[in-house]
């Protein structure tokens, strides 16, 4: 069974601008989490889709949203972006996001952002 | 509001020897503690996870324990080998995909 997927690997942008990042769950996950890790903040919650429905929020600005398809595929959009945006950006997907060691969430490879 | 307290952030162990990495937490609502571990260049992998109604909990090397009515949890690693050297996250779960990490721990195992 295949893991789950980021693209792109890398992303270079400039301040201002803004970016989509896209996450492949694994097939037959349903939850698809978003995570931002920096050196200082380490790993943090941004948001959690189930069923094209955003059921869970961290607490990032406005700037930051996502979205979930039919086939569970989500991406994420950050607008505006900022020199603080520099990040690895991970998708983690579960079965039904129940965060229980029955649902473990798997975690992609990251797409690495920096913001020049 | 960091929910999740670990130590310590760096950790040097000989070939053979005992890890030992701390977490406390402080919401009591979390109801699931998975460590994960990193490699550089991957994304974070499922180690061993706990529910609170259990003390202790062991796979191979690794064991989990865990004290609830101090609201802290341990990992410890058996046998440290060179390949274990990674970067460790305690977590906290509750429902709806949200997991609250630690800071994290940058284990290296010497030869």
């Known amino acids: 069974k295949a893991g789950v997927t980021q693209t792109p690997r890398y992303l270079i942008k400039t301040r201002g601008q803004q970016v989509t990042l896209s996450c492949s769950p694994i097939s037959g996950h349903r939850s698809v989490s978003w995570y931002q890790q920096t050196p200082g903040q380490g790993l943090q919650f941004l948001f959690e889709y189930f069923s094209e429905t955003q059921r869970n929020k961290g607490n990032f600005p406005g700037r930051f949203s996502g979205r979930q398809f039919s086939n569970s595929r989500s991406e994420m959009n950050v607008s505006t972006l900022e020199l603080g945006d520099s990040a690895l950006y991970l998708c983690?997907?579960?079965?039904?996001?129940?965060?229980?060691?029955?649902?473990?969430?798997?975690f992609g490879p990251g797409t690495r952002l920096t913001v020049l | 509001q960091q929910q999740v307290k670990q130590s310590p952030q760096s950790l040097i162990v000989q070939k053979g020897g005992i890890s030992i990495i701390n977490c406390a937490y402080e919401?009591?609502?979390?109801?699931?503690f998975p460590w994960y571990q990193q490699f550089p260049g991957k994304g974070p992998a499922l180690l061993i996870a706990?529910?609170?109604?259990?003390s202790e909990k062991k796979e191979g090397r690794f064991t989990i324990s865990f004290n609830k009515s101090a609201k802290q949890f341990s990992l410890h690693i058996m046998d440290s080998q060179p390949g274990d050297s990674a970067t460790y996250f305690c977590g906290g779960g509750t429902s709806y995909g949200k997991l609250t990490f630690g800071q994290g721990t940058i284990l290296t195992v010497h030869p």
């Open positions: 919401n009591t609502a979390f109801d699931y």
């Open positions: 983690a997907s579960s079965l039904i996001g129940l965060a229980e060691s029955t649902d473990t969430q798997y």
């Open positions: 706990i529910r609170p109604d259990v």
